[in-house]
């Protein structure tokens, strides 16, 4: 029997946790973020869909509209730090619920914006309304702090499987949450975020009150009941990041993985329009693209657990490389878009799954939460990188072009992945703990 206790000053101790009672634990937490998932992954594309909208309105011009979707961006970069280290010092559920409650006062401060018409606390409240997508980032490691080694990855898959429920139906409820609102002092186009404000409470709520005990503090008394707090600092995640040549792998995954995606994604509705395409046929490309992203996740899973997390990194390379040839290529023919873009989704499951798997294993388990907090920043600093040059890319040089050099970021993560499987094999059987 292992009584499970936090470290001082951050929880009360938790209810004892026997070896044999781990596995109903793990479905438990699992269940929980997986709900959590469905209802916070609601709330930020419930918005998102109007962000550039709403810039528009409030600044007066198109040429600011792409500032609010920036601003969210970098807030769920810069904040995942500040959250890691949150969930170091005290677990994940103080970590979750605190960055809902940041993306809650976010969104309210942007309705505010928008019925001040003021651009710059605008930007402001777009910039915290991203540590719910910080939330929603971190929870696919929460589902894994209890799970298995041999079946981490279908454990982050489940949970990022379940970001599809938000994905899909979060765009269709915004123009209802936006008339919900008609007739008040609140425009329309900023109704969605009122409504996505609740849900981050909710959301929150949830997991307060259900993340118990709670999974990052319970594996970690389980691996080291002993264990010196020295090693739970930022400073020694990344250092055990840059010491490990597989932590190393993985960070490049996640990043080129979502740089590439978010890159390409966001410049084919304009070489579709360029080709003729309709709304409605931009939406089903795109629809198509966030099937392969999220549904086919838990496949990933599977396979990252049973292959090996090298061998679907693979896999993201082929994907990527293929999906970038066929969208390149495509011109006028919108069936090969739709299916570039669905395989870009595809590869992007397989990196951020086999990716984050890796990371997990290949961190000591007091410095898991500070190596997982850099990966969530260097993949959205990168991304955000990515979709500013995307734009400046396509001006000059054409979509062709920027699916070749999407395509030219993969070959470094392709080359380590190779290196690392013949320098650095995985241990021949992981520790549950480690």
Do not use: C
Not at 26 to 35: E, F, G, H, M
Not at 261 to 276: C, F
Not at 395 to 419: H, V
Request: charged share 10%; aromatic share 4%; hydrophobic share 55%.
């Amino acid at each position: 029997m292992w009584a499970v206790t936090a470290s001082p000053g951050t929880e009360r101790t938790a209810p004892p946790v026997a070896a044999a009672d781990l596995p109903r634990l793990q479905r438990r937490t699992s269940a929980v973020l997986i709900a959590a998932q469905m209802l916070g992954g609601l709330g930020v594309p419930i918005s998102i869909a109007l962000a550039p909208v709403l810039a528009t309105e409030v600044s007066g011009t198109e040429a600011m509209s792409g500032f609010a979707s920036t601003a969210s961006v970098i807030g769920t970069a810069l904040l995942s730090l500040p959250l890691a280290a949150l969930m170091t010092a005290r677990g994940r559920r103080p970590g979750l619920v605190l960055a809902y409650a940041i993306g809650a006062a976010g969104a309210a401060l942007v309705v505010l914006a928008a019925m001040l018409g003021n651009f710059p606390l605008l930007l402001v409240g777009m910039a915290a309304f991203g540590a719910a997508s910080s939330a929603n980032l971190q929870a696919r490691f929460a589902a894994a702090d209890l799970a298995a080694p041999d079946r981490r990855a279908r454990a982050i898959s489940v949970v990022v499987w379940a970001s599809t429920i938000g994905a899909v139906l979060g765009p269709n409820l915004s123009a209802p949450a936006g008339h919900s609102f008609a007739g008040t002092s609140i425009p329309e186009t900023a109704g969605p975020f009122v409504w996505a404000g609740a849900v981050f409470v909710l959301t929150g709520t949830l997991i307060g009150v259900l993340l118990r005990p709670d999974p990052l503090l319970t594996a970690r008394a389980l691996a080291a009941p002993g264990e010196p707090r020295a090693g739970r600092s930022l400073r020694a995640g990344f250092t055990a990041v840059r010491e490990s040549p597989r932590a190393r792998l993985a960070l490049l995954t996640v990043a080129v993985s979502h740089t590439t995606m978010v890159s390409i994604m966001v410049m084919t509705p304009v070489d579709l329009g360029h080709h003729g395409a309709d709304l409605q046929l931009v939406g089903l490309v795109i629809s198509g693209h966030i099937a392969g992203m999220f549904a086919f996740s838990p496949v990933m899973g599977w396979l990252a657990d049973r292959l090996g997390r090298l061998s679907v990194i693979g896999l993201a390379a082929g994907l990527l490389s293929v999906a970038a040839l066929l969208a390149g290529t495509a011109g006028p023919s919108h069936a090969q878009s739709a299916l570039g873009l669905f395989l870009l989704g595809l590869g992007w499951s397989a990196g951020m799954v086999s990716g984050s798997a890796l990371l997990t294993d290949s961190v000591p388990q007091a410095a898991r939460a500070a190596g997982q907090g850099l990966s969530d920043l260097t993949m959205n600093a990168a991304a955000g990188l990515g979709g500013a040059a995307a734009g400046l890319v396509m001006a000059r040089a054409g979509y062709g072009w920027l699916n070749a050099i999407g395509a030219a970021l993969l070959l470094p993560m392709a080359a380590l992945a190779l290196f690392t499987a013949r320098r650095h094999p995985a241990p021949a059987k992981a520790d549950a703990g480690a």
